[in-house]
């Protein structure tokens, strides 16, 4: 057999190396470099985090005004209460000028006649008990139609109270937004 070479036998001889090659840490090294800020402290990162966080809720903001599921509140989520906004989207109801009606008193109540404002409360009154009926008759109807629509054993509650509280709010004010033009009705 040949004998080995000094240059083969470097490798041979060198002692490995036991252990994890370093010291171990002491506790005080350990906790400090686990310290550190819950919350980031620079300016950079709470600019950052401010921005995110208003991307993220006008991001939030859009998709609940066109009506998309994920950035609903539960009261607008699903099929039935999404139809049911079209469907009192799509007509004309007494009840969302209740409002207007209210400021028209509250100037006719400016005028220092008293036989003017007591005329003005006295129509008011008899507008919104028009509008209380007119909402009554859209709860009847969209419960019978979301009935018939979607079967009278799986109609959600609320569904009744959900369309006249809708219909009483002024169009361009309501949330999510209007999905279909006056007249539009869904089928």
Do not use: C
């Not at 079209?86 to 008293?114: C, F, K, Q, R, T």
């Not at 419960?143 to 799986?154: L, N, S």
């Amino acid at each position: 057999m040949p004998k080995p070479t000094p240059a083969a036998n470097d490798d041979a001889t060198e002692t490995p190396i036991v252990g994890k090659g370093r010291a171990t840490p002491t506790r005080a090294e350990r906790e400090a470099a686990n310290r550190r800020p819950l919350v980031a402290n620079t300016k950079e990162a709470r600019a950052a985090a401010k921005a995110d966080l208003q991307a993220r809720r006008e991001r939030a903001r859009i998709g609940m005004e066109n009506g998309e599921d994920r950035y609903l509140p539960a009261r607008d989520k699903g099929p039935q209460r999404r139809w049911v906004r079209d469907y009192v989207d799509a007509g004309w109801h007494v009840s969302e000028w209740v409002m207007a009606a209210m400021v028209g008193v509250i100037v006719l109540n400016l005028v220092p006649i008293p036989s003017v404002q007591v005329w003005s409360f006295i129509v008011l009154w008899g507008y919104i008990l028009l509008a209380v009926v007119d909402m009554v008759l859209l709860s009847t109807r969209v419960k019978k139609k979301v009935a018939a629509r979607f079967g009278p054993e799986r109609r959600e509650r609320g569904l009744g109270w959900y369309a006249a509280m809708r219909a009483m709010q002024m169009r361009f004010m309501r949330l999510p937004k209007p999905q279909v033009k006056r007249g539009q009705y869904p089928e």
